[in-house]
């Protein structure tokens, strides 16, 4: 059975990118880089306002990421995911791995929830706050992975300027049909991440590759992201929970792996 090691949480952007310039000089080159991580950070800085402004959204995540065997073999896994975000408390995830398990988060700024479809079991925990809080919340105390968490804080923007070191501009290119300017970055906490920005209107991020290189393998992250929606239909009962029948209430562990629930049942709580 391969090891389906976890990866990480907190996608934040880096890679240095290798761009040819012109051998015309020394001073011509930093101009030319100049003007590179110029373009960068601004592409990068407006995706990360225009997003953070948004009052709500949905998208569709589909992601994979690899898992470094003992031998050194690195194993590909992913999952698909339904994110639904309304500000400024609540939150929907809806996941489905590749082995098939299929998960639901559910944040309704009193109440976290998660679920496990295949086990049908589900863990709930009283937090009010914001989303922002929550998030931070449940990856710090919680334990839980949260792919992509920066994307859906507020305070994106602020983060970015926190955690990229350099930039770079690579090229125009189009994903499924959407023109998009490819942007390399180089962090602090040594993860290369390379992100395409919709070009026009809604800068939105369309792919991102993230890759840890300080960990054994140098695993990496990738993300498609399509279907986006600024302006969802969302009601109270979207990020309402309420067991299925049968389902049993089990408590958080330290250590809790997205929507795939591990802990022991409470007593007596067979609902």
């Known amino acids: 059975m391969k090891n389906k090691i976890s990866y990480f949480t907190?996608?934040?952007?880096?890679?240095?990118?290798?761009?040819?310039?012109?051998?015309?000089?020394a001073q011509e080159q930093d101009s030319a880089r100049t003007a590179s991580e110029q373009r960068a950070m601004a592409i990068l800085k407006n995706m990360s306002e225009y997003l953070a402004q948004a009052e709500r959204f949905s998208v569709t995540i589909r992601d994979g990421y690899d898992a470094v065997q003992r031998s050194g073999q690195k194993v590909e896994f992913g999952e698909a995911r339904k994110v639904t975000v309304s500000r400024?408390?609540?939150?929907?995830?809806?996941?489905?791995?590749?082995?098939?398990?299929?998960?639901?988060?559910?944040?309704?700024?009193?109440?976290?929830?998660v679920y496990n479809e295949n086990k049908n079991v589900y863990a709930t925990v009283s937090r009010q706050g914001t989303l922002d809080q929550v998030?931070?919340?449940?990856?710090?105390?919680?334990?839980?992975?949260?792919?992509?968490?920066?994307?859906?804080?507020?305070?994106?923007?602020?983060?970015?300027?926190?955690?990229v070191v350099s930039a770079d501009?690579?090229?125009?290119?189009?994903?499924?049909?959407?023109?998009?300017?490819?942007?390399a970055a180089r962090t602090s906490r040594g993860v290369d991440v390379q992100v395409w920005?919709?070009?026009?209107?809604?800068?939105?991020?369309?792919r991102i590759v993230i890759t840890y290189k300080e960990e054994t393998?140098?695993?990496?992250f990738w993300a498609d992201l399509s279907n986006w929606n600024l302006a969802p239909e969302v009601s109270d009962t979207l990020f309402t929970f309420t067991p299925p029948d049968g389902a049993d209430r089990i408590q958080f562990l330290?250590?809790?792996?997205?929507?795939?629930?591990?802990a022991t049942p409470e007593k007596g709580a067979n609902k």
């Open 10 to 25: 907190l996608p934040v952007v880096s890679l240095m990118v290798i761009i040819a310039l012109p051998l015309s000089g």
């Open 88 to 113: 400024p408390d609540r939150l929907r995830i809806e996941v489905e791995r590749s082995d098939g398990e299929k998960g639901l988060v559910v944040f309704n700024g009193k109440d976290l929830a």
């Open 135 to 163: 998030i931070k919340y449940a990856m710090d105390d919680l334990k839980m992975r949260v792919p992509l968490a920066m994307m859906l804080l507020s305070t994106l923007p602020s983060e970015l300027d926190k955690l």
């Open 169 to 183: 501009y690579v090229e125009t290119t189009t994903i499924t049909d959407v023109p998009c300017d490819h942007v």
């Open 197 to 206: 920005v919709a070009q026009g209107s809604q800068p939105l991020p369309r």
């Open 217 to 220: 393998g140098q695993p990496q």
């Open 254 to 262: 330290a250590e809790l792996g997205g929507a795939a629930v591990t």
